[in-house]
T-cell receptor, first 117, second 113 residues
Framework: AQKVTQAQTEISVVEKEDVTLDCVYETRDTTYYLFWYKQPPSGELVFLIRRNSFDEQNEISGRYSWNFQKSTSSFNFTITASQVVDSAVYFCALSEYSGGGADGLTFGKGTHLIIQP | NAGVTQTPKFRILKIGQSMTLQCAQD?????MYWYRQDPGMGLKLIYY???????DKGEVPNGYNVSRSTTEDFPLRLELAAPSQTSVYFCASRRQGRSEKLFFGSGTQLSVL
C-alpha cells in the first residue's frame, strides 16, 4: 500500500499566485515524522521542513507554510506569491518511528510545480 | 565539509556491463542510503546501512549489491547491467534517529543501452 500519496502530478500557475501542494500519508505508528524536499531543475534534493507527529502547529517560513492535520493524515505545503524560482519537483516523505520494515524515508511520487512568468 | 559526494555524475553502460557507484560522506553519519529515482515515480530505496559492516535491503534491491567497510564510504555495485536500471541514483546519509533529515548527494545519472 502506498504510504505517501501526492495526487497532484503537475501544477502550473502564473507567478504571484498562491499554490498548495497536497500530501496524504498512511501509517500505523503513533510516532512518525514528515518531511518536504525540493528538487529544482538542477537535480539536487533540498530539505525544506520536518514535522513530528506530536506537533500539529502550522509552520510559516517566509512565503512557505505547512499545514499538518493528523485527523486527515495530511501535510500540505503552500507557497504564497509564487515566483519562477519556486519551479521544481516537491516531494513529501514519511519516516516511521518503529519502522518494522526498512529504515529510510518513504517518498511520494512528487509534484512538479511550474511557475509561469 | 563536502557533505555527501557521489561519483560519477553521468555514466553510460552497455547491457551486461558492471560498475560501481561511489558514495562518500564526511559528516560521520552512521546511516547511509541508496535511492533510485525514475521519472514520475519518486525515490525508491535500494539498500541502506546503519553502520560499518551492516547493510540491508530496501524496496528494490534486485540487481544491486552494497558493502560498507568504513563509516565514510557506501558504494553501490551493479552487476550485469540491464535497461531497467537506467535511472538517477542518489546516495544519502543521516545522523542516528528516525527524525533526522537525509543529506543527499548530487546524484548519478546512469543509462544502460
Amino acid at each position: 500500500a502506498q504510504k505517501v500519496t501526492q495526487a497532484q502530478t503537475e501544477i502550473s500557475v502564473v507567478e504571484k499566485e498562491d499554490v498548495t501542494l497536497d500530501c496524504v500519508y498512511e501509517t500505523r505508528d503513533t510516532t512518525y515524522y514528515l518531511f518536504w524536499y525540493k528538487q529544482p531543475p538542477s537535480g539536487e534534493l533540498v530539505f525544506l521542513i520536518r514535522r513530528n507527529s506530536f506537533d500539529e502547529q502550522n509552520e510559516i517560513s517566509g512565503r512557505y507554510s505547512w499545514n499538518f492535520q493528523k485527523s486527515t493524515s495530511s501535510f500540505n505545503f503552500t507557497i504564497t506569491a509564487s515566483q519562477v524560482v519556486d519551479s521544481a519537483v516537491y516531494f513529501c516523505a514519511l519516516s516511521e518511528y518503529s519502522g518494522g520494515g526498512a529504515d529510510g524515508l518513504t517518498f511520494g511520487k512528487g509534484t512538479h510545480l511550474i511557475i509561469q512568468p | 565539509n563536502a557533505g555527501v559526494t557521489q561519483t560519477p555524475k553521468f555514466r553510460i553502460l552497455k547491457i551486461g556491463q558492471s560498475m560501481t557507484l561511489q558514495c562518500a560522506q564526511d559528516m560521520n553519519h552512521n546511516y547511509m542510503y541508496w535511492y533510485r529515482q525514475d521519472p514520475g515515480m519518486g525515490l525508491k530505496l535500494i539498500y541502506y546501512s546503519v553502520g560499518a559492516g551492516i547493510t540491508d535491503k530496501g524496496e528494490v534491491p534486485n540487481g544491486y549489491n552494497v558493502s560498507r567497510s568504513t563509516t565514510e564510504d557506501f558504494p553501490l555495485r551493479l552487476e550485469l547491467a540491464a535497461p531497467s536500471q537506467t535511472s538517477v541514483y542518489f546516495c544519502a546519509s543521516r545522523r542516528q534517529g528516525r527524525s533526522e533529515k537525509l543529506f543527499f548527494g548530487s546524484g548519478t545519472q546512469l543509462s544502460v543501452l
